[in-house]
């Protein structure tokens, strides 16, 4: 089975400063990798995913996720932030190869300071 | 639809009532999953259909939980003799097919037991 340990529950970081919102997995075999964001008052959406080759991801807002198999992490960052950021981020894992339910982290809210 | 569709958005129910979540997916997409979130957790994975079966429904914390889905669309789920500790959001995701990891979500029904 597999697990995501979000240690940040909260993230607070000033207006255009960068930031890094941690995620680190546990599996035994490999792993597809995900990042979700949660604006207020809504459903998840997809910020983007791990499946395989180039280990650095991007999403369309600026987002990056590295996936670091010897570090088992998937941190997501941004260089700059803005308000419109400010929402709750969660980490999600799974296993390739046949059916494994996506298991989802605790979620780290980024505040984003003006 | 457009999106995934939940409803009702919120209930609120006494101690001992039954309640319906229901949950409209996009149209096509084979294959739903039943989350629960709640307060300071991540999501609690409850079920999955692929068409009208559930291959997969270890997540459902009790015999009080039940789901089911029609006409490979729509899926409910009924809690039955509600407690205070099913007060959580129930989020309702799909994807095109199982595999797909691109999840969908509906913003959710917010559930409070009193």
């Known amino acids: 089975a597999q697990s995501v340990t979000q240690l940040d529950s909260q993230v607070p970081v000033f207006e255009e400063a960068p930031v890094e919102l941690r995620c680190n997995y546990s599996?035994?075999?490999?792993?597809?990798l995900f990042w979700y964001v949660q604006y207020p008052n809504q459903g998840l959406q997809l910020l983007l995913k791990y499946l395989s080759g180039s280990t650095l991801v991007e999403s369309i807002n600026g987002f990056e996720a590295e996936f670091n198999k010897s570090q088992t992490s998937f941190h997501l960052r941004k260089p700059s932030v803005h308000i419109s950021d400010t929402a709750e981020y969660f980490c999600a894992v799974t296993t390739s190869g046949g059916y494994q339910k996506v298991t989802f982290g605790t979620g780290t809210k980024l505040q984003v300071i003006p | 639809g457009a999106g995934v569709s939940q409803s009702p958005s919120n209930k609120v129910t006494e101690k001992g009532k039954d309640v319906e979540l229901r949950c409209d997916p996009i149209?096509?997409?084979?294959?739903l999953y039943w989350y629960r979130q709640s307060l300071g957790q991540g999501l609690e994975f409850l079920i999955y259909?692929?068409?009208?079966?559930?291959?997969?429904k270890s997540g459902l914390p009790s015999d009080r939980f039940s789901a089911e889905r029609t006409g490979g669309s729509v899926s409910t789920l009924t809690i039955q003799r509600t407690q205070q500790e099913d007060s959580a959001v129930y989020l309702c995701?799909?994807?095109?097919?199982?595999?797909?990891?691109?999840?969908?979500f509906g913003s959710g029904t917010r559930l409070t037991v009193v």
């Open positions: 599996s035994s075999v490999s792993v597809y």
């Open positions: 149209s096509g997409h084979t294959a």
């Open positions: 259909f692929q068409g009208n079966s559930a291959p997969d």
């Open positions: 995701a799909s994807s095109f097919r199982q595999g797909d990891y691109g999840y969908t």
